[in-house]
């Protein structure tokens, strides 16, 4: 079944994948890497002027990575906004995500947390680095396939 945005985006061309709703009944769109940007600079435009919620999963040992970007449209008068969840998958390889931070400032720690936890890079980010872990730390805690450090944290002794 094609949601509302879905069938605007294909009267447009813009290509995309409809992932059906979630148990909200909330559209969920997958959009290609490399048509991220120029995607959400459009529906900026066509009023999705709210980031609600940035976040980023590992969808399988050794699988892709996925981007996912919760967006609200907010009007004036409007009592229920309208809302559309968009999913952006990337190699494990070299996992390069167009950054979203020009078009919803309200994006940068979010990817910064991402970039952290699961080392997807996000492409013309201004201050992409570790935001949870020392600088120093080697790998991705959220990956399936991680395996912790072999050390064990002093505990301060009371």
Not at 13 to 19: A, D, F, K, Q
Not at 130 to 155: C, H, T, V
């Amino acid at each position: 079944m094609q949601g509302r945005l879905s069938a605007w985006l294909v009267k447009h061309g813009l290509i995309h994948r409809s992932l059906g709703f979630d148990y909200q009944g909330i559209e969920t769109l997958q959009i290609k890497s490399k048509d991220w940007h120029s995607i959400a600079v459009i529906l900026y435009v066509y009023g999705y002027n709210y980031l609600r919620s940035q976040c980023a999963y590992d969808v399988a040992p050794g699988g892709l990575l996925a981007s996912v970007y919760h967006l609200t449209r907010i009007e004036y008068g409007v009592d229920q906004p309208e809302e559309v969840c968009i999913k952006v998958f990337a190699s494990r390889r070299n996992p390069r995500i167009p950054s979203v931070f020009w078009v919803w400032k309200s994006v940068d720690f979010q990817e910064r947390e991402s970039y952290d936890m699961l080392g997807i890079s996000y492409d013309n980010h201004p201050r992409l680095k570790r935001i949870l872990m020392p600088e120093s730390w080697i790998g991705w805690p959220l990956r399936k396939d991680y395996i912790a450090p072999n050390f064990y944290e002093i505990q301060d002794a009371h």
